[in-house]
């Protein structure tokens, strides 16, 4: 892992490398050079056996912290048998309705280009489960070897916790937990997580202040509704369950002005700082589209200057965005704020701000 001395956040730097933003939604879509490996199908199986809410669909209110909310107390106990490996790392918790995905992607992608090993589990995948877990600095799929062999590692532990439960742990919940405990075995310097659903009672959401590094909440929207108790408020309030005490909180938004108090006031109440990506010193702008290596991408210009809570600098000229669209460009911006929030926690050394993407 390099380490680059910590620059002067209102320092501007003109790199001869123009800056890329890659997304691993893009490699998703070039994962033919993958599936030549075979799958790891007694693992796909151990989990076939297991509840799938994915496919059964998501019982009314579970991810509501309520009565009705699935519970996070059998993934906690299910961690503690497996040694907390989450502890063995910070994280970055990334939740919202629209945009989570690429934003995880993009801020890995920042992480793994200054030298850092990086832990990233996003959901659902496209053709292989393997895709929802990339391990290292390559950001390629996990591989089938390394999850055989942590699966065979682990698999009594899950054997037992499965029958003292009853048989109600998910199919969501042993991947969230094999994911975890993947990253603790890579020794990776940081991970960056998304929730599947809501976020307060969601599987991921056992990560306490102390291994958390920052939350991301991108933005809110009706889908879900059934299950995140009915209502836009009921579903920014489960989101805003993945705000810990003292821990920076990066918005992507924009919200509407009843949904940005429930989440300004969750973090009131935890003391954790707010940035927000659509605060009016975050300006982007699209300026043309280029071909690099045969592919479309945007040419993108982002500054961000935010001086409440959280200040944060960086002017990005010439960004190169493979992920089209002006949502896109958003999210890069919303990565970008929590790489900054990183690096002036101390958490993270960063070189060349530049050469981030």
Same mark, same amino acid.
């Given at each position: 892992?390099?380490?680059?001395?910590?620059?002067?956040?209102?320092?501007?730097?003109?790199h001869?490398k123009?800056?890329?933003?890659?997304?691993?939604?893009?490699?998703?879509?070039?994962?033919?050079?993958?599936?030549?490996?075979?799958?790891?199908?007694?693992?796909?199986?151990?989990?076939?056996?297991?509840?799938?809410?994915?496919?059964?669909?998501?019982?009314?209110d579970?991810?509501?912290?309520?009565?009705?909310?699935?519970?996070?107390?059998?993934?906690?106990?299910?961690?503690?048998?497996?040694?907390?490996?989450?502890?063995?790392?910070?994280?970055?918790?990334?939740?919202?309705?629209?945009?989570?995905?690429?934003?995880?992607?993009? =801020?890995?992608?920042?992480?793994?280009?200054?030298?850092? #090993?990086?832990?990233?589990?996003?959901?659902?995948?496209?053709?292989?489960?393997?895709?929802?877990?990339?391990?290292?600095?390559? $950001?390629?799929?996990?591989?089938?070897?390394?999850?055989?062999?942590?699966?065979?590692?682990?698999?009594?532990?899950?054997?037992?916790?499965?029958?003292?439960?009853?048989?109600?742990?998910?199919?969501? !919940?042993?991947?969230?937990?094999?994911?975890?405990?993947?990253? /603790?075995?890579?020794?990776?310097?940081?991970?960056?997580?998304?929730?599947?659903?809501?976020? /307060?009672?969601?599987?991921?959401?056992?990560l306490? #202040?102390?291994e958390?590094?920052?939350?991301?909440?991108?933005?809110?929207? !009706?889908?879900?509704?059934?299950? =995140?108790? $009915?209502?836009?408020? #009921?579903?920014?309030?489960?989101?805003?369950?993945?705000i810990?005490?003292?821990?920076?909180?990066?918005? $992507?938004?924009?919200?509407l002005?009843?949904v940005?108090?429930?989440l300004?006031?969750?973090?009131?109440?935890?003391?954790?700082?707010?940035?927000s /990506?659509?605060?009016?010193?975050?300006?982007?702008?699209?300026?043309?589209?280029?071909? =690099?290596?045969?592919?479309?991408?945007?040419?993108?210009?982002?500054?961000?200057?935010?001086?409440?809570?959280?200040?944060?600098?960086? !002017?990005?000229?010439?960004?190169?965005?493979?992920?089209? $669209?002006?949502?896109?460009?958003h999210?890069?911006?919303?990565? /970008?704020?929590?790489?900054?929030? =990183?690096?002036?926690?101390?958490?993270?050394?960063?070189?060349?701000? #530049?050469?981030?993407?």
């Open positions: 892992m390099r380490f680059w001395p910590l620059l002067n956040r209102t320092t501007k730097r003109n001869p123009k800056p890329v933003i890659h997304s691993l939604t893009i490699t998703r879509f070039y994962f033919s050079k993958y599936t030549e490996e075979p799958e790891p199908k007694e693992f796909i199986d151990y989990l076939d056996s297991l509840k799938n809410y994915e496919k059964l669909g998501v019982p009314k579970a991810g509501t912290d309520s009565d009705d909310g699935l519970d996070l107390g059998r993934m906690r106990r299910l961690m503690d048998r497996l040694g907390n490996p989450q502890s063995k790392f910070k994280a970055v918790h990334v939740a919202g309705t629209k945009g989570k995905g690429s934003t995880a992607a993009f =801020l890995s992608n920042i992480l793994r280009e200054e030298g850092y #090993s990086v832990g990233c589990y996003t959901s659902p995948h496209m053709m292989s489960i393997r895709e929802r877990i990339s391990l290292g600095q390559s $950001g390629n799929p996990v591989s089938t070897k390394t999850l055989n062999k942590l699966f065979h590692m682990i698999k009594p532990k899950l054997d037992e916790a499965i029958q003292l439960e009853n048989g109600s742990l998910t199919h969501f !919940e042993v991947l969230t937990a094999t994911a975890l405990t993947l990253m /603790a075995e890579e020794k990776v310097d940081i991970a960056v997580i998304e929730a599947g659903l809501g976020g /307060a009672r969601d599987a991921t959401n056992i306490c #202040s102390s958390l590094a920052a939350s991301v909440i991108t933005t809110i929207g !009706e889908e879900h509704l059934a299950a =995140l108790g $009915g209502s836009l408020e #009921s579903i920014a309030v489960a989101k805003s369950g993945i810990k005490h003292g821990r920076p909180v990066v918005l $992507g938004g924009p919200f002005p009843h940005d108090c429930i300004r006031d969750k973090a009131s109440v935890m003391c954790s700082p707010v940035v /990506a659509s605060d009016a010193g975050i300006r982007t702008s699209i300026k043309g589209l280029i071909i =690099l290596d045969g592919r479309p991408c945007q040419l993108s210009d982002i500054m961000i200057q935010v001086e409440r809570d959280f200040p944060l600098f960086i !002017e990005l000229s010439d960004v190169k965005l493979r992920m089209l $669209g002006r949502h896109q460009l999210n890069a911006s919303t990565a /970008a704020c929590v790489a900054l929030c =990183l690096r002036d926690q101390g958490h993270l050394c960063f070189f060349a701000c #530049s050469v981030w993407f």
